[in-house]
């Protein structure tokens, strides 16, 4: 059991020390932007439905017919409120590079709340209750996503009615959002990691 505490203080430690690291960069916000953009817009693609615009009251003219998954009001359904779903994410200390933002709970806040389970005092500096509350790394890359998709909404609807043949995280992150300098990195296409590599990383 002390070997279990002193494990707890050691790794406490660590993600203190590397906390600034850990915070996302322009990258990993864009990255997950279009992440759940384009899972929002996935959802609603094989719809049938047709929408009926540009009714002119008193004059008799018929509305204009569009399809829905080809429609403003589709993108702007998927657009709403999308960086809210960020907060969904919690910092996997345990991976490395955007690995590390996933949905889902850490290893190692597993570890942590298994530890309580078994009666280990565990002092994180918060009520256990939050625990499970969004951290301040995931809080930044949601601020960081709402500023970015009001700075490049133009691009969003650009690609959405003209590009969609291309991957938004291409289009949208390494030809408008990302300097060439911050393309160098595996941001974009993370190298998956095995936990066999996961215990020399961590």
Same mark, same amino acid.
């Given at each position: 059991? %002390?070997?279990?505490?002193?494990?707890?203080?050691? @790794?406490?430690?660590?993600?203190?020390? $590397? $906390?600034?690291?850990?915070?996302?960069?322009?990258? $990993?916000?864009?990255?997950? =932007?279009? +992440? $759940?953009?384009?899972?929002?817009?996935? %959802?609603?693609?094989?719809?049938?439905? +047709? @929408?009926?615009?540009?009714?002119?009251?008193?004059?008799?003219?018929?509305?204009?017919?569009?399809? &829905?998954?080809?429609?403003?009001?589709?993108?702007?359904?998927?657009?709403?409120?999308?960086?809210?779903?960020? =907060?969904? &994410?919690?910092?996997?200390?345990?991976?490395? *590079?955007?690995?590390? &933002?996933?949905? *889902?709970?850490?290893?190692?806040?597993?570890?942590?709340?298994?530890?309580?389970?078994?009666? +280990?005092?565990? #002092?994180?500096?918060?009520? &256990?209750? =939050?625990?499970?509350?969004?951290?301040?790394?995931?809080? #930044?890359?949601? %601020?960081?996503?709402?500023?970015?998709?009001?700075?490049?909404? #133009?691009?969003?609807?650009?690609?959405?009615?003209?590009?969609?043949?291309?991957?938004?995280?291409?289009?949208?992150?390494?030809?408008? +959002?990302?300097?060439?300098?911050?393309?160098?990195?595996?941001?974009?296409?993370?190298?998956?990691?095995?936990?066999?590599?996961?215990?020399?990383?961590?």
């Amino acid at each position: 059991m %002390k070997f279990a505490v002193v494990s707890l203080f050691w @790794l406490c430690g660590f993600i203190s020390a $590397e $906390e600034n690291e850990r915070l996302p960069n322009k990258c $990993e916000v864009c990255k997950f =932007l279009t +992440v $759940e953009l384009q899972d929002a817009l996935e %959802k609603t693609a094989r719809s049938r439905e +047709v @929408l009926e615009v540009g009714e002119v009251l008193g004059t008799g003219k018929r509305r204009k017919k569009i399809k &829905y998954n080809t429609s403003e009001t589709r993108l702007t359904e998927a657009v709403d409120n999308i960086c809210e779903r960020i =907060l969904e &994410y919690n910092v996997h200390a345990e991976r490395p *590079g955007s690995l590390r &933002y996933a949905k *889902g709970s850490s290893q190692t806040m597993t570890t942590l709340k298994n530890l309580v389970h078994k009666g +280990v005092q565990v #002092d994180l500096g918060m009520p &256990y209750e =939050l625990w499970d509350e969004p951290s301040v790394e995931v809080t #930044d890359m949601k %601020k960081q996503c709402e500023t970015m998709l009001e700075q490049f909404e #133009d691009v969003v609807e650009n690609w959405y009615f003209h590009h969609q043949d291309q991957r938004l995280e291409n289009f949208l992150c390494e030809n408008h +959002v990302l300097e060439t300098s911050e393309q160098g990195g595996r941001c974009m296409v993370p190298k998956q990691v095995t936990g066999w590599q996961m215990i020399f990383i961590f």
